[in-house]
T-cell receptor
Framework: GAGVSQSPSNKVTEKGKDVELRCDPISGHTALYWYRQSLGQGLEFLIYFQGNSAPDKSGLPSDRFSAERTGGSVSTLTIQRTQQEDSAVYLC???????????FGSGTRLTVV | AQTVTQSQPEMSVQEAETVTLSCTYDTSENNYYLFWYKQPPSRQMILVIRQEAYKQQNATENRFSVNFQKAAKSFSLKISDSQLGDTAMYFCALKYGGATNKLIFGTGTLLAVQP
């Protein structure tokens, strides 16, 4: 597609449930990133995929968070046993491997009630 | 550690006037990039301007320009002829060398352009 697509746009879930957030990067972009934006905060790095290399998971806040990228394209961020502090906007971005800046999607706003 | 600091949580400017948003950063790297991103209510982060650290000349993009002071580790954004559509959250970000290519973001400045 023309841009980075994320779904759903908004998600309300009950505490303790699992959620899956999807990111469809720009075609041909080998690098994919997930960031979290909590209310009044900047963006917090979560995870980075680059081609077939092992992902950089250093930003994942707990083992309840995981992400995968299938076929070098679509990525899914999974949060298990959601907690209220997980409420945030989750932003996905992609880039060419050599490109220092990236293109963001519009994010998924997750609300845990 | 790499850090980015934006000390102005909110700013306001009259339409057609000029405003400057501040950003300071810290890195031990010699090669890095600096960015300003805009986030309107639609939530999508939009790249406004970027600066390569090895370039002495300040980057400009139409009404947007930066004042890059490498020794002072300062990277301010100047918006000239402010427009109502410039109302947004503005984030300063740093990308340093290394395999991960991740960006370090400041906490943002909310800019309101008043008619």
């Amino acid at each position: 597609g023309a841009g980075v697509s994320q779904s759903p746009s908004n998600k309300v879930t009950e505490k303790g449930k699992d959620v899956e957030l999807r990111c469809d990067p720009i075609s041909g972009h080998t690098a994919l990133y997930w960031y979290r934006q909590s209310l009044g905060q900047g963006l917090e790095f979560l995870i980075y995929f680059q081609g077939n290399s092992a992902p950089d998971k250093s930003g994942l806040p707990s083992d309840r968070f995981s992400a995968e990228r299938t076929g070098g394209s679509v990525s899914t961020l999974t949060i298990q046993r959601t907690q209220q502090e997980d409420s945030a906007v989750y932003l996905c971005a992609s880039s060419l491997s050599w490109e220092p800046g990236y293109t963001f999607g519009s994010g998924t706003r997750l609300t845990v009630v | 550690a790499q850090t980015v600091t934006q000390s102005q949580p909110e700013m306001s400017v009259q339409e057609a006037e000029t405003v400057t948003l501040s950003c300071t950063y810290d890195t031990s790297e010699n090669n890095y990039y600096l960015f300003w991103y805009k986030q309107p209510p639609s939530r999508q982060m939009i790249l406004v301007i970027r600066q390569e650290a090895y370039k002495q000349q300040n980057a400009t993009e139409n009404r947007f320009s930066v004042n890059f002071q490498k020794a002072a580790k300062s990277f301010s954004l100047k918006i000239s002829d402010s427009q109502l559509g410039d109302t947004a959250m503005y984030f300063c970000a740093l990308k340093y060398g290394g395999a991960t290519n991740k960006l370090i973001f400041g906490t943002g400045t909310l800019l309101a352009v008043q008619p």
